[in-house]
Structures are given as structure tokens and as C-alpha cells.
């Protein structure tokens, strides 16, 4: 029997959910459709790590064709984090990598985890795993792209009005984990989207309270969580280029009477942030609302009453 592409701790957080993917699609290398995706993006999402190990959730851009796929297990990519990004410089040999490629036009996903094994200008991901997610929870958007971005960057510690206005409104963000050490080849660094309806990540002083809807059951994220709790979470606003990136602690609450709280909801996690870094128009990407995922529709926000759930 092939191994499993799941590490322990994954396996632990899909028995503690009730069960796990009846099969997977990761592999080793990148099929493909999945090449043709990501050299057609002029953007991409990432997590990498700095030196005390914190993982850091950034987006890398260029034109299409920047993400150049060498052939199915090695990835290069012509960029690097720009000035003002927490991620500047933690691109070297040996680093893990997560990729997450988005097409929000069509609500295309792909996935791909590896190490660092050259860095010039540009630097080149050797492939450990690949695969592709669901369209559920992304919301549609026509993307476009400006000539101005800045490097400003506030560093804070604490969320200030500007940023908890961001995260209240948001209804995508994207979260970067990784595993804990001795995890072999299938641990690593993990970059996964979350989406819900505006107000779905709930803002109490420092901690954000996020509800996990039912997905592929691979449990990539929350497996990485159970092993290493540190976390990042980039949220960005499609209208202006600003993007917040976060990193903070991670608590998982398995309860039913959590999951309660807000109606889809299969369970829930708190992130207690310990610093984040706010960049006014740091990116090119811009984007206007198409629609709603129809499986986004069907769930709820948190209410103003602790403990109180709806969907209007």
C-alpha cells in the first residue's frame, strides 16, 4: 500500500473531527493542468517562516509567467517578498515553502508545499506535495492590477481601528502554518484559504474567533495546529491593495456547543495575536465582488449576543 500523505498530527485532527478524506488527490508532483494554472497567475500566496520559526503568510506578484514551472517537481519562481514585508529575506535554502495559487475569477485552486533549494533574484521550490482544493467558500471576483504600490509598513502590537475594520469586514483571508518538527515528508509549511460572509471572523480585543466549515476533510491547517500552534493569517482588501498580515497563537475548540455559534460551523479557532504589520497599498492585485460561493450563502455570522448565531 502507498503511504499515507498525511502526517500524525493530521490524522489526529480528522479522528477528532470524526473522519477523515475516503481517499486524497496529493501528490508528489505537479499534474499538468496544475503547471498551465500557476504560470498563468500574476499572483501567488505563500508561507514561510522567520528565524524563530513563526510562520509568515505573504502574496508574491508579477506578471503571468512569473511562477514558472521547470517541469512536475520543481517550481521557480521570479520573485522574491519585497521591502516592508515581514517575509523579506526568510526565502533561503532549506526553508519550507506553501504555495497557494487562486484564479477568483473561477474559483480555481491549487496547492503546492516543498523546500527552498536555490535562491538568487528569483528562487526554486523542489516539490514534496501538490494537489488541488474545492471551489467552496471562495468568493468570485474580477481582478485587476495598478502600476502604484507602496512599502510602507506599520509594525503593531495590537490590532488598531484601521485593522480590526479590516478583519470585520473581510470575507476571505488566507492562514500559513506548518508542522511540527520530525514530520518527514508530509509535514512542512501550509498556506489554505478561508472564506466566509462578512463577519464570519469575529474581533475580541486581540483574539479572532474563526469558524471552520466543512471542507475536504484533509485537515492540513488544524493537524498543523495541533503539533505547532504558532500561526499567520494575511488578510487583504481588494479595493485599496492594503494588506494586514498577522502572526499570533492558535487554539482549536472541538465542541459541538462551539460549532454552535455560528451556523455551518463544524467547530471553531481562536487566534490570540502577539504582532501583526499593516501595508497601505502594498499590492497590485485589486479586485471587484462578482458573487458570493453559493456554500458561503448557506452560512452564518456571529451576532452581537456571546453565543448567539445567525443567517440573514
Not at 38 to 45: D, E, N, Q, S
Not at 66 to 83: K, S, Y
Not at 97 to 106: P, V, Y
Not at 188 to 197: F, L, P, T, V, Y
Request: one cysteine or more; aromatic letters at 8%.
Amino acid at each position: 500500500m502507498d503511504p499515507s500523505p498525511f502526517h500524525a498530527d493530521e490524522l489526529t485532527a480528522q479522528v477528532l473531527a470524526g473522519g477523515g478524506p475516503r481517499g486524497s488527490a496529493i501528490r508528489g508532483f505537479m499534474p499538468e493542468q496544475h503547471r498551465a494554472f500557476f504560470a498563468a497567475l500574476p499572483y501567488l500566496f505563500m508561507a514561510t517562516s522567520d528565524a524563530d520559526g513563526w510562520p509568515i503568510a505573504t502574496v508574491l506578484e508579477g506578471d503571468p509567467g512569473f511562477a514558472e514551472p521547470v517541469d512536475p517537481e520543481t517550481l521557480r519562481i521570479h520573485t522574491q517578498p519585497v521591502a516592508g514585508d515581514p517575509a523579506a529575506g526568510t526565502v533561503v535554502v532549506g526553508q519550507e515553502i506553501g504555495i497557494l495559487g487562486i484564479d477568483f475569477g473561477t474559483r480555481r485552486r491549487n496547492r503546492v508545499n516543498g523546500v527552498v533549494s536555490h535562491v538568487s533574484t528569483a528562487f526554486t521550490l523542489s516539490v514534496k506535495q501538490s494537489f488541488g482544493n474545492c471551489p467552496q467558500y471562495i468568493q468570485r471576483r474580477t481582478i485587476r492590477r495598478v502600476e502604484t504600490v507602496s512599502n510602507k509598513s506599520q509594525q503593531l502590537n495590537a490590532l488598531d481601528a484601521r485593522a480590526r475594520a479590516l478583519v470585520e469586514r473581510a470575507d476571505t483571508f488566507v492562514v500559513a502554518s506548518r508542522s511540527r518538527t520530525a514530520m518527514g515528508a508530509t509535514g512542512g509549511a501550509d498556506i489554505s484559504h478561508r472564506g466566509g460572509r462578512p463577519g464570519f471572523v469575529r474581533v475580541d480585543g486581540d483574539t479572532l474567533s474563526i469558524p471552520d466549515f466543512r471542507g475536504n476533510r484533509y485537515f492540513n491547517t488544524l493537524g498543523n495546529f495541533l503539533g505547532e500552534p504558532r500561526a499567520s493569517l494575511l488578510f487583504l482588501d481588494f479595493e485599496t491593495g492594503d494588506l494586514l498580515q498577522l502572526q499570533g497563537l492558535v487554539r482549536i475548540d472541538w465542541s459541538r456547543s462551539a460549532a454552535e455559534h455560528v451556523e455551518g460551523a463544524e467547530r471553531l479557532w481562536h487566534f490570540q495575536i502577539t504582532r501583526g504589520w499593516y501595508r497601505p497599498q502594498a499590492v497590485a492585485l485589486r479586485g471587484s465582488l462578482i458573487d458570493y460561493s453559493p456554500v458561503t450563502l448557506v452560512t452564518g455570522v456571529w451576532a452581537r449576543g456571546v453565543g448567539a448565531h445567525q443567517r440573514s
